[in-house]
């Protein structure tokens, strides 16, 4: 493949297989959820937030390429904050203190989904584990992030009225972040993988990625939308 | 023991083991070695250089305190350089451009010692695999590195017609960085290693950092302070 044919591959699994088309985000942006079922996916969700910064760290740890480490530190910094920016996940906890959940409560990722916890950590050991290229590359669900940020901005604003603009600056923040970064990623991607194996691996990692999006939701779904599913110990809506 | 009474012990472990001691660093700081050894030197020394970004991202791809990671990061950024700032790997490179190495010979690490690259790697794996407070606990030689990097200094500078002031910054940028860090991970071990399980494990972690930066002077005083030692495909003064 050419690297823009391996862009149209890239861009066709995001079409096909990026968590903007679950039934839980439907349900999620078209406010069809109560306040107990958002709270549950705001507080699963701070997970892979939490989680993104170690991913990026194990990026950096296993990078013997100066540049590269330059570049995707901002990442991190994004995420954690630095100095006297707050960052990402410090939006977050605004989100879910805004939502009434108990900060330390979120932070202890007690009340999370096992499932949660399985897919974020085998997103950070396959950063950890796999090649580089297929480490960057698993960041390119950021491609097709801004469309499902600006489907939640307006449908959580204007479908509940538990959410309010305040809580909502993650999301907007990321309208800005997310492309920039999912545009080196690509480039890196197109640039660095040139044989068939690597190509596919790219293809397969995006896809991995897709699948750790994608299994959150099915786990969401299947707790908190049926009655009588929460597994023991997950977060209960109304009594936490 | 008491937070004190490990910090002593710590100090302890580097008035004994810290690598101020070995024969080579004598032979360094006081003139004793030409300009193919001191070249031999500060291109395995770059293998560890160039490492500590990598172990420094390992610490915080395995670390859950997001406040730790906020305040650790800046040591990746030390080294590696961010926006304007260049960074201490790019200090030492220009060093070893100024013993008139070439750059991307030095880059490529093909020159170093195998026992260099093992002991580098073998730091990494530490930081990356032992407890929190250990790989941080491993960080602690740079209580002892301002002693060190002050004696250099000035017996170079004076000793060396082929070493000047403008080749020595990454060790005068140290001065000020290394105890600040310094600081920071001593009151960090002396806060989180309570039980005597872990305050062994801590003292064992600077011993084994010791090692590492020990074993490094032992491969570089063996293949080339006595003549004939050079393994196959390691750096030759003189033909690189």
Chains 1, 2 share one sequence.
């Not at 990402?88 to 007690?110: P, Q």
């Not at 660095?192 to 099915?218: G, H, I, M, S, Y």
Request: glycine share 6%; net charge negative; charged share 30%.
């Amino acid at each position: 493949m050419s690297p823009d044919e391996l862009e149209q591959e890239l861009r066709a699994i995001g079409a096909a297989q990026y968590h903007d088309r679950h039934p839980f985000h439907k349900l999620l942006h078209g406010g069809k959820l109560n306040k107990g079922q958002v709270q549950a996916w705001a507080l699963n969700r701070y997970c892979y937030q939490s989680a993104v910064p170690r991913k990026d760290a194990a990026l950096l740890s296993r990078c013997h390429d100066r540049e590269l480490r330059r570049e995707w530190i901002h990442r991190i910094m994004d995420h954690d904050g630095f100095g006297d920016e707050e960052g990402g996940i410090e939006r977050w906890l605004v989100l879910t203190d805004g939502l009434g959940l108990d900060r330390d409560y979120v932070i202890s990722r007690k009340g999370a989904l096992p499932e949660t916890i399985f897919a974020v950590e085998a997103y950070v050991n396959f950063v950890r584990e796999k090649t580089l290229v297929e480490a960057v590359a698993s960041s390119l669900t950021e491609l097709f992030a801004p469309k499902i940020h600006k489907e939640r901005i307006s449908g959580m604003l204007e479908n509940y009225d538990f959410i309010s603009d305040d809580v909502m600056q993650y999301f907007k923040r990321r309208l800005t972040q997310a492309p920039r970064d999912a545009e080196f990623a690509l480039e890196y991607a197109k640039k660095n993988a040139r044989t068939p194996e690597a190509q596919t691996a790219v293809l397969e990692a995006l896809k991995f990625k897709c699948n750790v999006l994608w299994a959150q939701l099915d786990a969401l779904h299947y707790a908190y939308v049926e009655p009588g599913n929460i597994p023991p110990g997950a977060f209960v809506p109304g009594e936490a």
